[in-house]
């Protein structure tokens, strides 16, 4: 194989993203044929230099695997957590091949999450660039007015930038409501900062499809591997998403 970037080889590798893998680098966790790497320029040949990652050699992954997880509450999104909490790689028992998680859902939050090896197709849709449209249910402390929801769906200034249009649709009318929310983004936090623009406060946030890929009957905890035709819609989704970012934003 020809030398590539070492974070490009540790994400196809099923190690990290290439974000976290140049977080690993910088921190002297990737050692190349004995000889620590800093440099986010470096690149190497998995099929010819001795990678490890905190002591692990790396493999190339004898094949690519996708797989749908229901991410519990009081989870985190990461490989690993400095705070020994419970990780979404915690869950994946059987699982013989290292993947990793495609985005994140805050610790509070559940519900759908994508893992893989397959670091292209990750970075794609965890790029900016790709505006690939997520799905939520979230239940609120209170009602917005139509007022309020109308803009919601236009935009809401957060730290000193407008969220991109959304959809919104009122699924449960009460007291404390249910919503569904559509975004093609993903700032931290960005579901509750927009309702606490209202002044209303989520009191659960379930993530139920991304793109073309839902949730379905998974349970907190459980996961399921993608069919070929799921992984075939999810490549063109974000092939669309990249070519028309906002079409779709408050569909």
């Excluded at 669309?240 to 569909?251: C, G, I, T, Y």
Aim: aromatic share 4%; glycine share 8%; net charge positive.
């Amino acid at each position: 194989m020809a030398e590539e970037r070492l974070q490009k080889i540790l994400s196809q590798a099923g190690v990290a993203s290439r974000r976290q893998a140049e977080k690993l680098m910088a921190e002297g966790r990737v050692v190349v044929n004995g000889t620590v790497i800093t440099e986010l320029g470096s690149k190497a040949d998995i099929e010819r230099d001795h990678i490890k990652v905190d002591g692990r050699l790396i493999h190339a992954p004898k094949h690519q695997v996708y797989v749908a997880l229901c991410k519990p509450n009081n989870t985190v999104t990461t490989v690993s957590d400095p705070e020994h909490r419970s990780t979404v790689m915690d869950l994946l028992h059987g699982l013989k091949e290292r993947v990793y998680p495609v985005g994140r859902l805050d610790y509070h939050s559940e519900g759908l999450l994508l893992l893989t090896n397959d670091g292209d197709l990750a970075n794609a849709i965890m790029s900016a660039a790709t505006h690939l449209a997520k799905t939520y249910v979230v239940k609120t402390n209170g009602p917005l007015t139509k007022d309020q929801e109308q803009k919601f769906r236009d935009g809401v200034p957060l730290s000193g930038r407008r969220t991109m249009p959304a959809g919104l649709k009122l699924i449960r009318d009460a007291a404390n409501p249910w919503y569904e929310v559509r975004l093609v983004e993903g700032r931290n936090n960005q579901i509750r900062m927009m309702f606490k623009h209202f002044g209303r406060l989520v009191e659960k946030l379930r993530r139920v499809k991304i793109g073309p890929i839902d949730l379905g009957p998974l349970k907190p905890g459980e996961f399921r591997h993608l069919t070929m035709e799921e992984v075939a819609k999810l490549k063109r989704s974000v092939t669309q998403a990249r070519q028309e970012p906002h079409k779709r934003a408050a569909e």
